[in-house]
C-alpha cells in the first residue's frame, strides 16, 4: 500500500481554499460501475436473470458469490457494504466496504495548514477495504463523505491527509479475492458542528442514493 498524502483542500460554501501538503498527489476517486449482459436466448435469459446482481449486472456477480448492497440501504458503524466498482477506464470489479470508525479530531491536527485550517474540525472515517470480485484493482484507492447530524454534506470537503488520518491507496497485491486493506479518509466541518455518519455515493444509483453508515 502506498500514502497518499498529497494536498489538503477546503471548500466551505462559496469559498475554496488550496493548503499545500508534503509529497505529491496522489488522491483518486474510484467510481462504481458495472457491464451489462444481453441475453439472446430464452434460456439465456434466464440464466442471467438468476445470476443478476441488486446492481443488475450479471457479469459482475459471476465473479462473485454475494449480492451487491442496494443503494439507500442504511448502516451502522462496523457493517460491510458489497459493492461494484470501477477505477479509472481499465479497472473493474467488486469490493466490500466496511466502515470501522468515524471519529472527529481536533483543529491542532491540522496546525501545519496555518490560518487557512482555522475553523475546521477533521474527520477521521476509518474504513476496510476488501477485494471481493478477485480482478486486479491493485493501487486503486476510493472516496467516502461525511455527513453532518441533518444527513448532509458538511459543506467542507478535505483530499489528503495528516498524521492522525493516513490515507492508504491498495498494494500491488490487490488482485485477488480476500485481498484487504485499511485506509482512513479525511473528512471536515465547522467547529461547532458533528458529523456522525459517512456516505459512499460513487456513481451506479449510488449517486443518487448513497450507502449510509451512522455512527
Known sequence: MTHARGALFIAAGAAALLLSACGSTTDGVATPGTTAAT???AA???SA???TTKSGSADMTAEVSEDVTKPGTKLKVGDRAVVPFKYGTQKTGTIALT???IEEGSNADLAKFGDKAKGITPVYIRVTVENVGGTDLAHSS???RALGADGKGTGVIISGDTDQCESET???DFTKAGAKYETCVLQGTREGTKAPS???NNGDGYDKSPL???G
Do not use: D, F, P
Open 142 to 144: 476510493l472516496s467516502l
Open 212 to 214: 449510509v453508515w451512522q
Open 44 to 46: 439465456e435469459t434466464s
Open 39 to 41: 441475453a439472446t436466448s
Open 99 to 101: 466502515v470501522t470508525a
Open 170 to 172: 491498495a498494494g500491488k
Open 49 to 51: 436473470a438468476a445470476s
Open 198 to 200: 459517512a456516505s459512499y
